[in-house]
């Protein structure tokens, strides 16, 4: 079946200038999480989803970050008046019920901001 | 979630065994040892997990020691596309979010 997909897989943009990230999880999995990379850096938690719910939003950097998920699916990843400290690989992964240890990774987007 | 250790990089000869230690000396009773790994560029990739019996699937191999202060990850034939970064994460079983990834371990297969 599909994977987590992700879009677009890059973006370059301008500081100052707000950018919006999509994934969509599995078919089916209840749980999504959004983390980020950056070059040089490991993984770092951003936000994870329950349904429509987020219990977790203790890994957003800023204010400036923000995520939404709807109908228990697709999710959209907010950066608003992007800074060059941004730049990063944002992933996103999900899983199915009671089964949070086994996350199935999108490919990221790799946000550049200039 | 506790702590874990693993050495930066690892080399390996194809077509040996490819033993990846962690270290996770303070380990709780409800928290599982579990694999991850991360082929250049892409996301990473969920392997395996054990609480402290010995774990065997189609990927890899998992020895906990029996006071569960580490563990071997064991890829019993490493071939090139094995090269990645591979994670070492405890966590408790009853958690339901966030994987918190350390540094790794660079594996390096070589021909």
């Known amino acids: 079946g599909a994977g987590v997909s992700q879009s677009p897989s890059n973006k370059v943009t301008e500081k100052g200038k707000d950018v919006e990230l999509r994934c969509d999880p599995i078919?089916?999995?209840?749980?999504l999480y959004w983390y980020r990379q950056s070059l040089g850096q490991g993984l770092e938690f951003l936000i994870y989803f329950q349904g429509n719910s987020a219990p977790d939003k203790s890994g957003l950097p800023s204010d400036r970050f923000s995520a939404e998920r709807t109908g228990g699916s697709v999710s959209t990843l907010t950066i608003q008046r992007t800074q060059q400290e941004d730049s990063a690989v944002y992933l996103c992964a999900s899983s199915s019920r009671g089964r949070s240890y086994e996350q199935y990774f999108g490919p990221g987007t790799r946000l550049t901001v200039t | 979630d506790a702590k874990t250790t693993q050495p930066p990089s690892m080399d390996c000869a194809e077509g040996r065994a490819a033993n990846l230690p962690c270290n996770h000396s303070?380990?709780?009773?409800?928290?599982?040892v579990y694999w991850y790994r991360q082929i250049h560029s892409q996301g990473p990739q969920y392997i395996i997990h054990?609480?402290?019996n010995n774990e065997t699937n189609e990927m890899a191999s998992l020895i906990i020691t029996e006071d569960r202060k580490s563990s071997t990850l064991i890829l019993p034939h490493a071939t090139l596309r094995d090269t990645a970064v591979y994670y070492c994460i405890v966590r408790p079983g009853s958690n339901t979010g966030k994987l918190i990834f350390g540094q790794g371990t660079t594996l390096q297969v070589k021909p």
């Open positions: 303070t380990i709780s009773g409800n928290e599982y």
């Open positions: 054990g609480l402290k």
């Open positions: 078919s089916g999995h209840t749980a």
